[in-house]
T-cell receptor, first 114, second 115 residues
Framework: DGGITQSPKYLFRKEGQNVTLSCEQNLNHDAMYWYRQDPGQGLRLIYYSQIVNDFQKGDIAEGYSVSREKKESFPLTVTSAQKNPTAFYLC?????????????FGPGTRLTVT | KNQVEQSPQSLIILEGKNCTLQCNYTVSPFSNLRWYKQDTGRGPVSLTIMTFSENTKSNGRYTATLDADTKQSSLHITASQLSDSASYICVVRATGGAGSYQLTFGKGTKLSVIP
């Protein structure tokens, strides 16, 4: 069963703790993305990666970090420096080199920090 | 600055009725426009993609239109069903270099279909 998996679906953390969100894909896609979604807001890009061991900052990268050691995996760490970490986080992937660049999204992780 | 504006923000319709969602954009240079459906608490799923040369494209009960001259798109839903209740997101891609990130997301229209 091909697709993108994110885990866990719900995550609760205390303020000041770092937390890592998992994203795995078996679609053989080159590019992967992390978005943040807040109520009433459009998706905002946090980081993206086009190839293993390389990634670029998106519009709201401050307080977040990523790694891309394997093509299938693109974990996102929400650090204590992120001022408002409570949000719905979406991971996506896409092929490179195709004009459409359709992004396939995972089911999301809802992070709550108290 | 590239922008995508969607209207209405939210919409409530009776089951079986039709509705139309709007998307206006100022993205340039334009490459394509995609409509996504996002169920509550889930990831978005692509419904259709429109390129510059396409005016209309259908996917079952969903029909998207594109007017590249006025930079407007619409998503028409026919004979709505309860399962159509979701947020509908318009995403516009600008033409860029290979691998460059050129997406602009709208905030979405939240559709509620009631019995």
């Amino acid at each position: 069963d091909g697709g993108i998996t994110q885990s866990p679906k719900y995550l609760f953390r205390k303020e000041g703790q770092n937390v890592t969100l998992s994203c795995e894909q078996n679609l053989n896609h080159d590019a992967m993305y992390w978005y943040r979604q807040d109520p009433g807001q459009g998706l905002r890009l946090i980081y993206y990666s086009q190839i293993v061991n390389d990634f670029q900052k998106g519009d709201i990268a401050e307080g977040y970090s990523v790694s891309r050691e394997k093509k299938e995996s693109f974990p996102l760490t929400v650090t204590s420096a992120q001022k408002n970490p409570t949000a719905f986080y979406l991971c996506a992937s896409s092929m490179m080199g195709l004009a459409g660049y359709e992004q396939y999204f995972g089911p999301g992780t809802r992070l709550t920090v108290t | 600055k590239n922008q995508v504006e969607q209207s209405p923000q939210s919409l409530i319709i009776l089951e079986g009725k039709n509705c139309t969602l709007q998307c206006n954009y100022t993205v340039s240079p334009f490459s394509n426009l995609r409509w996504y459906k996002q169920d509550t608490g889930r990831g978005p799923v692509s419904l259709t993609i429109m390129t510059f040369s396409e005016n209309t494209k259908s996917n079952g009960r969903y029909t998207a239109t594109l007017d590249a001259d006025t930079k407007q798109s619409s998503l028409h839903i026919t004979a709505s069903q309860l399962s159509d209740s979701a947020s509908y997101i318009c995403v516009v891609r600008a033409t860029g270099g290979a691998g460059s990130y050129q997406l602009t997301f709208g905030k979405g229209t939240k559709l509620s279909v009631i019995p």
